[in-house]
């Protein structure tokens, strides 16, 4: 299964962004040590694990501490072993949602009545928050994931462009 990894940092408010190759990593911390070292000091480090042009998983990390992961759909644990490594001990449900199952209506002047139909079969596990704080609040990054038709690097573009980084992590893709 192949997999593009890119880790982005910020300190000061400057974002830093890195390929980062998850080769030989046995376990979870080994994950969050090489998004540490794209920038040791940073306040927010974030990495976006896509794979196969199917299953995306964001990790977190507040001032190098306190690691977050999000992954798009549990499957992922059981198609490869670095998506049993980075989802396989998370819950099998989301946490931070509130009736996130709903179809929503649209905002006023919307031409849609309803938010975008999620894909049925993704089974989005662990901190669906995780960028809530960011801009993207759970709902709307499993909106993103469920999507029919996003990739996982158009969910990463996404997130990236809100967060300020997306020219960073596109630089990263056209090396």
Not at 116 to 138: K, R
Not at 156 to 161: H, L, N, P, S
């Amino acid at each position: 299964m192949s997999y593009f990894a890119a880790a982005v940092a910020r300190v000061e408010g400057a974002w830093t962004a890195e390929e980062v190759s998850l080769r030989g990593v046995t376990d979870i911390e080994e994950v969050a040590d090489r998004m540490r070292d794209v920038e040791p000091d940073a306040d927010l480090s974030l990495m976006f694990v896509e794979a196969d042009d199917t299953y995306l998983v964001i990790l977190r990390l507040d001032e190098g501490e306190d690691l977050r992961v999000f992954g798009s759909d549990s499957a992922y644990a059981e198609e490869s072993r670095l998506g049993a490594l980075l989802v396989g001990d998370l819950k099998t449900s989301v946490t931070g949602l509130e009736d996130a199952d709903e179809p929503r209506p649209a905002a006023a002047g919307d031409e849609e009545t309803e938010q975008p139909a999620v894909d049925p079969e993704a089974d989005p596990v662990g901190d669906a928050d995780i960028l809530a704080d960011l801009g993207i609040p759970a709902p709307k990054l499993l909106a993103l994931c469920g999507h029919e038709g996003m990739m996982p690097a158009d969910v990463t573009a996404e997130v990236c462009q809100v967060l300020g980084c997306a020219d960073e992590v596109e630089e990263l893709r056209e090396v």
